[in-house]
Each structure stands twice: as C-alpha cells, then as structure tokens.
C-alpha cells in the first residue's frame, strides 16, 4: 500500500472530488427514488415494506428482459433511443407497481389491524420468497439467473469535462430521469385529488375513511406508486450498472431505508434529502476511507458506514432529520 | 387406550423404522420415519415419565447405534441439534420478550470466530510467541467463556437499543448482524483477526479425553467415527442443558416479567417490572446460547468463514421459531428440527432424485405440452438451492393462518 500522507494525499483528494461528487449525486438519486416507496408505505400503513427492495430488483429484471428481448428481435439498433428508454422505464415501472399492489393484497392486508412485528414478519417472508421466486424464474427461463444488460450504444458514452471528470451519458440519464421524476411525485402528491387521498390517509385514516376517502385503495395506489418508482429506480440501476441478480436488491434495500429514516420516516421531501446525503456519503466512504486512514480500511467499509449512519440516526435521532410525519396516535 | 398398549406401539414402530434406516442406508424416507418417532412420542397418550424414558431410549441409545452404520445421520442430528439451540435462544428473545432480533446469528458468528481464532494456529499472526493452536482441552474453558462474551455483546448491543420501538428495533439488529459481517470480512488487514472472507482452518476439536477409558474397556473406535459420536452427545448435552434452562426461566420471576412486557409494556412498568434491564437480560441470554453453539459449531465444522453466518441464517433460525410458535419450547424444538429436516435432507433428497431423472434423460410424453425429455430439464433447477423460498413461505403462510405456530405455547392456548 502506496503512502499518501500530507499534501500528496490532499491533491489527489481535490482531484478525484468532481467525479466522487457526481458518483455520489447517482447513488443519491437512485437511494431516493427507493427511499420513497418505503417511506410513502409507512406513511399510509406505519409499516416497514420489507420486500420493496425485491420489487426494486423486479424492475431491473424487468428492464433487462425487455431489451434482450428487443435485441433478440434485432430492434435494439433500429429503434429510435428514446422510444427503448421510454419502452424500459414505463415497462419496469407498471410492473413493479402492479407488484407491489399484489404483494400488499396478498401478503400484508390479511395481517393490518393486528401487531405490526406481525406485518414486518409477513414482508421479509415476502422478501425472501420474492427474491428465490425471481431466481426460479429466471433459472427456467434463461438458465441462469445472473443476467447482464446488452450494450446500448446511444448512451455508452462519456462527456470529458476536465482530465479528471467525465461524464457518462449513462449518470446523466439517471439524474435527469430521477429529477423529472421527483417533480411529478411532488405534483402529484401535492396537488391532486388521488395525492390528497394519501396525504389524508397518512394523517389519519380513521377520519379520512369518514370523509369518503376510500381507505383500501388509497392503500393499493400508494403501494403502486411506491413500487413504480422503485421499479425506476431498478431499470436505472440495471442500466447503469449493467448487471443484476436476485440477490442485488437486498444492500441498496436496507441503504435505502436508511435514507429514508435519515430524512424522516414518512417525510416525502426527507425521503429524497435523505438517499442524497446517503449517495454523497457512500461516494465519499468508498474514495476517501482509504486515503483518510493511510490504506488500513478502505472502499470494504462503504457498506458498514452505511449500516453504522441507520444504526447512530435510529439511536440518537430516530425521527430524523426533517422530523417524521407519522401520526402519533398509533406510534 | 391403555398406557402398555400405547409403549408397545410405540416401540413396534421405532424398532420398525430403525430397522428400515439399518437396511436401506440411502433411503431419506427411513430416517424421517426414526425422527418422526420423537414426535409421535410427543403426542403420544403416555405419561411423562413414560416419554422421558422413551425419548432418552432413542436419542441415546438407537440414533448413536444407527450413527455408527451410517455418519450421516449423526452429521443430520448434529446440524438439527445446533439450530435447536439457535432456535431456543432466538425464542428467548422473540417469543419471550417480545422483541424481533433479525441478526440473531451475529452472536453466533461471534462465538464461532472466538473458538475458531484460538483454536488455531491464526491466532500466531497477531500474537507473537507460538502459542496457538491452543490445546484441545481449552475449548470447554471457551465454551464457558464464550456464554460470558456472548452475554456481554448482547447486552451490548441491547443497551442502546432497546427503548426504540418495535421495528425500529428489529432494524437494528439487522444492522448490527451486517455490521459484524462485514467486520469478520473484511479484518484481514490491517492486523489479519479474522483472515477474511478466506475463513480459518484448521480449527482444533475438542479433546478425546475419554479415549483411555473406552480402550480399558476394550472398545477401540476409529477417530473420525468416535468425533461424530462425541459431536452427537456434545450437541445432545448443550441441547438438554439449554432446555432445562429456559424452562426454568420461563417458569421464574424473570420469565413472568418477560411475558408481562411482551403483552403490555406499560402494563408491566405500572406494575414494578424493570422493563430495561429485563429487556437486556433477555438479549444477554439469548445471545449467550448462541455464542456458545457457535463455538461448538467452529469445532464441528474444522473450517469456518463469513459464509456461514449471513442474513439468511438469521431468518432461517427466525422462520423456525415462528413455525414452531414463538414462545413455546416444544414449538421451537418441532420447528429448528422441521426446517432443517426439509433443508438438509426433503430438498436435497428431491435436487439428487431430479439430477438421476436428468441424466437419465427419460422423456415425458405430456397430454397438452408433448414429448418433454427430462434431460433438458435446466440444470440450474436445484431445490436445495431455494431455501430462502422455503423460509419466505414459512414466515408468509405461518403469519396469515397459524401465526401461533403449530406447537402454541400455553398461554397462547388460553386465549
């Protein structure tokens, strides 16, 4: 291990900060997009959606399907780009909705109303099913179940900047695609009837059931609406990362939640502060732990700062850091 | 029916079934049928002293007499032996005290690498001098030890945790377990404590120090068949132990108190219970026989690593608690027993008897789909593969129709 002590260390820190900021960036809105589902879900139900993080890998899988069947159609070349990429996300994201919808139908419905640890039991079981489910499919489908994302050329690119940033087109798409995204949640959310019905539901379900909010849909919609952006966030992963496994959904999951308790559990806008803290924190862990420690621990501990970050919030701060909206009542 | 009548029955059927597991060592059916014996026993109408007799007869005398053809049903019963106890532990914690530990086998994991840093000769890397492998007799000195650390690190743990509410705090048990993992992986460097994901062998066993009486008595036993035995009973020995006492608690002062918090924790805080410290002393000792297994586990095992203790194990050890009934000893014991029953022999049994049907290549001849050759059945269908499956089931089905488990404890009974 190279020493890289006093101003060596500073320079190459300064140097490699641009690209670590948009690494950072990435993660975070990938992390956000996540977050959302589990902190809209607990908004409505008080209750850890334990199996998000699968209907987040359901949307990878989905998203890789599709272009491996557009390309063995050989219309992977021939289509025009933004139709594959609108094709993808609009796939992976009705999926995963509906998904999500079933699982809260099948799975959690039967089970509201009584102890919540009963609920969360329930939701790793689906976890955990969900996630072999996926391996058995794919295992008879295409004979295995690590599945890789076929090249596509439009958006395998970068964009040198300086010598030491470059874009690729790829992060770009996943910033853009999660802005436009994030304000549409917050249209919606803010400024609709259907957006209305889950705020009111949050607040209180009991007078909003009164009112004539129809509780149980308001439930399922939230659900769907949760799932499809973890499903967008799942097509943009695979995109970005370029492979995916039924297993992968479980680490981005649980950072994810952590995000979303670091924002606030329940908090929408916290949601989406929280997973970019947490993106820009892990870009940092994963470039600096190294340096900062003279090579003793190095990028290994991401994934440890972020368990440590969800274990110090709960303990210290558990309503985080814009303050839960969850009702108190049942709290 | 009458009390002889239903013994004689009884053991009609053992011997039966004993007999089946002696002739045809291959046949998985035949072992379930003698492990199917104890639960039968379970519910047999007999009296308790009846039972205890019985259940001794089988454990300690016809499972080691079967071992002794075949190694595999003692490797079976020790496995069986070890998530009993993790499943015991587990159930002080979630069906006693109420509290949802997700990353139960941390504690495990601690335990296994206490023993298995020690016990062989790694230690040398960072403690000058030669010592290690420490002798075989150390290990019961860390079988005791590891019971003190494991209370330690689950009062630890516990301390901060425990006024978080309910799925917070199950959170952060996972948390923890990942934590732990990722340590035990990645502390190869910068001082190698744990050699990393490449894990440590080999790791000492405990000592044969019954050796020179069984020659005196003129029985000369091979080595590698006189260790399974001595696993057998080692396991078999914890087991009892564990059992004896967690009823004890169960029965006391701290298990009423346990119980009071699990229903209504301010109920129980009205009353005078000291709801904190009962909390962390539930985590203590249900963290502590975990520790203690882990050590036994490193020894069994000779090669351990990070593999052995990931998140799955701690919700495989949780699918059992629930599937048995949280809260109920006999629960527990019936549910770590099922699930690796299914684990290590239903679905292995069914991936080898799906691989002979591919490499036999027999075809199919299906009414709708056609001729359907076997051999093209994808390799990668292996149900010993989805166990995960097998505990998402468990845990989804148990809590939508019987989340009482199949064995209630009393008090569940009452209700």
């Not at chain 2, 089988?58 to 595999?72: F, R």
């Not at chain 2, 057998?232 to 918090?261: C, D, H, Q």
């Not at chain 2, 301010?266 to 005078?272: D, K, Q």
Request: charged share 10%.
């Amino acid at each position: 291990m190279p020493s890289l002590k006093g101003s060596i260390g500073l320079d190459i820190a300064l140097e490699i900060l641009p690209q670590v900021l948009l690494d950072g960036i990435v993660l975070g809105f990938m992390y956000a997009l996540i977050a959302l589902g589990y902190t809209m879900v607990y908004g409505v139900l008080e209750f850890i959606n334990f199996a998000h993080s699968e209907i987040f890998v359901l949307g990878a899988f989905v998203g890789v399907e599709v272009l491996l069947l557009l390309e063995s159609a050989g219309q992977l070349s021939t289509l025009h780009p933004a139709v594959i990429l609108l094709l993808v996300i609009v796939t992976g994201m009705v999926i995963s909705g509906l998904a999500a919808m079933a699982l809260e139908r099948i799975a959690y419905r039967p089970l509201m109303g009584g102890p919540r640890l009963v609920a969360l039991i329930s939701a790793i079981g689906a976890s955990f099913f969900l996630q072999d489910g996926l391996r058995l499919f794919e295992s008879l489908w295409r004979n295995t179940f690590y599945l890789n994302y076929p090249t596509l050329e439009f958006i395998d690119k970068n964009i040198p900047i300086t010598a030491a940033l470059v874009i690729p087109v790829k992060s770009l798409l996943v910033i853009i695609t999660a802005l436009f995204t994030l304000v549409g949640l917050h249209i919606f959310v803010n400024k609709t009837k259907m957006g209305t019905a889950i705020r009111a539901v949050a607040q209180d379900p009991d007078t909003a059931s009164l009112m004539g909010v129809p509780v149980n849909r308001v439930i399922a919609l939230t659900f769907f609406v949760g799932g499809a952006l973890g499903g967008l966030a799942g097509v943009l992963f695979g995109i970005h990362y370029s492979m995916v496994n039924p297993y992968s959904g479980f680490v981005p999951g649980m950072k994810a939640f952590t995000a979303a308790v670091l924002g606030g559990i329940g908090n929408i806008p916290g949601a989406m502060v929280g997973g970019m803290l947490l993106g820009l924190l892990e870009a940092f862990a994963a470039s600096y732990l190294s340096l900062m420690t003279d090579g003793a621990f190095g990028a290994e501990y991401k994934d440890v700062v972020a368990f440590l970050v969800l274990i110090l919030i709960l303990i210290f701060r558990p309503r985080g850091l814009l303050g839960e909206t969850v009702r108190e009542s049942k709290a | 029916m009458s009390q002889p009548l239903v013994i004689i029955g009884f053991c009609v059927y053992v011997v039966g079934s004993c007999l089946l597991a002696y002739f045809f060592p291959q046949s998985v059916l035949a072992f379930l049928l003698v492990e199917g014996s104890l639960l039968l026993l379970y519910y047999a109408p007999a009296s308790d002293m009846a039972k205890i007799i019985l259940g001794s007869l089988v454990l300690l005398v016809l499972l080691p007499l079967l071992g002794s053809v075949n190694a595999y049903y003692l490797e079976i019963a020790v496995q069986i032996g070890i998530f009993v106890a993790l499943a015991l532990g587990l159930n002080i914690v979630v069906g006693f005290v109420g509290l949802l530990n997700l990353g139960f086998v941390a504690f495990f994991a601690i335990g296994a690498y206490l023993w298995a840093i020690f016990g062989s000769p790694h230690a040398n890397q960072f403690i000058p001098g030669g010592f290690f492998p420490l002798s075989p007799n150390w290990f019961f000195v860390f079988l005791i030890l590891s019971i003190v650390v494991g209370a330690l690190t689950g009062a630890l743990l516990g301390l901060p945790v425990l006024r978080l509410r309910g799925d917070y705090l199950a959170i952060v048990t996972l948390g923890f377990a990942e934590v732990v993992r990722a340590l035990v992986n990645n502390l190869d460097k910068p001082i190698n404590l744990t050699n990393g994901p490449r894990g440590i062998a080999p790791i000492g066993k405990p000592p044969l120090f019954f050796k020179p009486w069984l020659e005196f008595f003129g029985l000369d036993i091979a080595d590698g068949k006189l260790y399974s035995l001595y696993f057998y009973f080692l396991v078999l020995l914890i087991v009892f132990v564990i059992i004896v006492v967690t009823r004890r608690l169960e029965n006391s002062r701290i298990g009423r108190a346990w119980k009071a918090i699990r229903e209504d924790e301010i109920a129980a805080v009205a009353m005078g219970v000291p709801v904190v410290r009962m909390k962390l002393l539930g985590f203590a000792v249900g963290a502590s026989f975990a520790c203690a297994v882990g050590v036994l586990f490193a020894a069994k095992q000779v090669f351990i690593n990070p593999e052995s203790f990931t998140f799955m194990e701690s919700i495989g050890v949780l699918a059992m608690v629930i599937l048995g009934g949280m809260g109920s000893i006999p629960g527990a014991i019936l549910g770590a027993t099922g699930v690796t029953i299914l684990n290590l022999q239903l679905l292995k049994g069914l991936s080898l008897w799906l691989n002979g049907l591919r490499q036999s290549g027999a075809v199919l001849s299906l009414p709708l789909l056609g001729d359907l050759s076997l051999a093209n059945l994808p390799a990668q269908f292996e149900p010993a593969k989805y166990e995960r499956m097998v505990f998402g089931l468990i845990l989804i089905l148990m809590m939508i129709f019987r989340p009482q488990g199949v064995l209630p404890s009393k008090q569940e009974r009452q209700k």
